[in-house]
């Protein structure tokens, strides 16, 4: 099946600075994305919708300033958290579209 | 609001047997369904998926059994295995421009005892 990768998987950051998750589809071209985020023991919630060469398309309740999202390529999107503070550690899953969905591995974000 | 309601919250099944998910939705768009596992610290990996036209999908172990009527839909997985324990998500989403923009279940705990 189609590959998607995620980089980094886990990153420590201290509160206030700005962390950036990448989301590549390795074998397909995507031009739709999609970000998640999931608490542990729950369920993923959809983030965002990524489009290439366009803005983001945000879910009710999440603040596109604070999560930016960048999608430059058909293969390559990026969520920035900025300024990031500990009640934004989760654990973050993007997905490419293709003929199904596939999702990356994930990016644990831990914030100090 | 959850778009797609799923139970249990967590099964015990012992090694062979069968383990049965149930989910409900209320959006008559939705028009796929697929069913992923995920283990501990990883993202979700697809394991079968329906569309509405069709009651039943077997692949391998897994059996997805729709009823668009009573808009449910169920996973079934046969001979259990330890390794099959994990967390189950059963998800929805519609054609057009929201393809791919997946709700997903609360999601099921399962654990396989030898």
């Known amino acids: 099946g189609a590959v998607v990768s995620q980089h980094p998987s886990r990153v420590i950051c201290k509160s206030g600075t700005s962390v950036k998750i990448e989301c590549r589809s390795l074998?397909?071209?995507?031009?739709?994305m999609f970000w998640y985020r999931q608490f542990p023991k729950q369920s993923l919630m959809l983030m965002a919708t990524s489009n290439e060469g366009s803005k983001a398309t945000y879910e009710q309740g999440v603040e596109k300033d604070k999560f930016l999202i960048n999608h430059a390529s058909l293969t390559l999107s990026t969520l920035t958290v900025t300024s990031a503070h500990p009640e934004d550690s989760s654990f973050y899953i993007c997905s490419a579209s293709g003929d199904e969905q596939f999702f990356g591995p994930g990016t644990r974000l831990t914030v100090l | 609001q959850q778009q797609v309601k799923q139970s249990p919250q967590s099964l015990i099944v012992q090694k062979g047997g069968i383990s049965i998910i149930n989910c409900a939705y209320e959006n008559t768009a939705f028009d796929y369904f697929p069913w992923y596992q995920q283990f501990p610290g990883k993202g979700p990996a697809l394991l079968i998926a329906?569309?509405?036209?069709?009651s039943e999908k077997k692949e391998g172990r897994f059996t997805i059994s729709f009823n668009k009527s009573a808009k449910q839909f169920s996973l079934h997985i046969m001979d259990s295995q330890p390794g099959d324990s994990a967390t189950y998500f059963c998800a929805a989403t519609t054609g057009g421009d929201s393809w791919g923009k997946l709700q997903f279940g609360a999601g099921t705990q399962v654990v396989v005892t030898p």
């Open positions: 329906i569309r509405p036209d069709v």
């Open positions: 074998d397909f071209q995507a031009t739709t």
